[in-house]
């Protein structure tokens, strides 16, 4: 056991070494690793069945290449510490795509990482801010916490505002959401019976509990979360086929502002709301596309309401001249 014990330590060395530096030869290794060349050769091909790309030439030495997968990933501490900040950083920022892997990737890292390095972690991340177009602050930690009750499918618990008043949620977390502009939460609502999503920036008193659960059935959650910001919080909700390609449109829409469906090469549905019809209306003409309202039956009327007044602030010459 011992003997299997060094060998494993000895091998996590060996790998260190060789992300240090480019090149190391056999007598550099065996020397720091207080072994003969042989057993540098071995341990090398224990890191190779890891997925690790080590390349060996005759007079030049060991030589750390990339591999197809991703192999495991030492780092020490300093190295760490640096990572998490970073990945906090990126959670933080205003790129929804690199958002969304940090949260991944810190949970992994949060898994491992020494408990005497989580307050430097912290302290660290604190003075790292970002400035720009990019989402409403969060805390760090909140996502810290709602990231591992995810993770360990453990019920959470929050404080959200509703209507004038501020109440306590318990929720089953499923996935942190990150859109081009905040951070959500989709869960199961306990009180409700039923899928919510939850502006993250909105949330106080973020804890996670002791009780675990078994997931349920879930919707796909950036779907979700993306119909719930365009369109359900809204009083109002609208579908239109716009004679453009659905590519076309999202470039021009923010996703958090509309739901582009794919309706053939040529065509897609956009599911959009607002507090008032005519103005998601105006937003559709904007566009610039033909398209055609599916629902609802009244936003037909306002359209031919629109189309007046727009003939109507024409002079009646230019009118005739068009």
């Known amino acids: 056991m011992d003997d299997e014990l060094g060998t494993t330590e000895r091998v996590l060395t060996l790998l260190g070494l060789l992300q240090q530096r480019q090149v190391w030869t056999g007598p550099e290794l065996a020397e720091r690793l207080s072994v003969t060349p042989r057993t540098v050769r071995r341990d090398v091909d224990r890191l190779r069945t890891l997925g690790y790309q080590i390349r060996a030439s005759q007079g030049v030495g060991y030589q750390l290449g990339p591999g197809q997968d991703l192999p495991p990933l030492l780092l020490d501490d300093e190295e760490a510490i640096a990572t998490a900040v970073s990945l906090l950083a990126g959670a933080g920022g205003g790129v929804a795509s690199a958002g ?4 991944r990737a810190l949970t992994k890292l949060d898994r491992v990482l020494p408990t005497r390095l989580r307050h430097e ?27 591992r009750a995810c993770r360990d499918e453990v019920e959470a618990g929050f404080d959200y505002p509703s209507g004038s008043e501020v109440r306590r949620r318990r929720v089953e977390p499923y996935r942190l959401v990150a859109s081009d502009r905040r951070w959500y939460l989709l869960a199961f609502d306990l009180d409700r019976d039923d899928w919510r999503s939850f502006r993250v920036d909105r949330m106080t008193e973020v804890s996670a509990r002791t009780w675990r659960f078994h997931p349920r059935p879930a919707p796909d959650a950036a779907a979700y979360v993306q119909e719930a910001v365009a369109s359900r919080v809204y009083a109002h909700q609208a579908r239109f086929l716009v004679h453009a390609s659905a ?29 008032n019809l005519d103005f998601v209306l105006m937003h559709v003409l904007l566009l610039g596309h033909d398209f055609e309202v599916l629902d609802p039956p009244e936003l037909e009327s306002r359209c031919r309401a629109l189309a007046a007044k727009l003939l109507a602030a024409a002079p009646a010459q230019d009118v005739k001249n068009s």
Request: glycine share 12%; charged share 25%.
């Open 121 to 147: 972690v912290r302290a660290l991340s604190g003075s790292v801010e970002s400035f720009g177009g990019g989402r409403p602050p969060v805390d760090a930690e909140v996502i810290m916490t709602l990231a």
């Open 247 to 275: 590519d076309t449109v999202r470039a021009q829409i923010p996703a958090s502002a509309a739901v582009v469906r794919r309706r053939g090469s040529d065509r897609c549905e956009v599911l959009s709301g607002a507090g």
């Open 100 to 103: 969304d892997a940090a949260v």
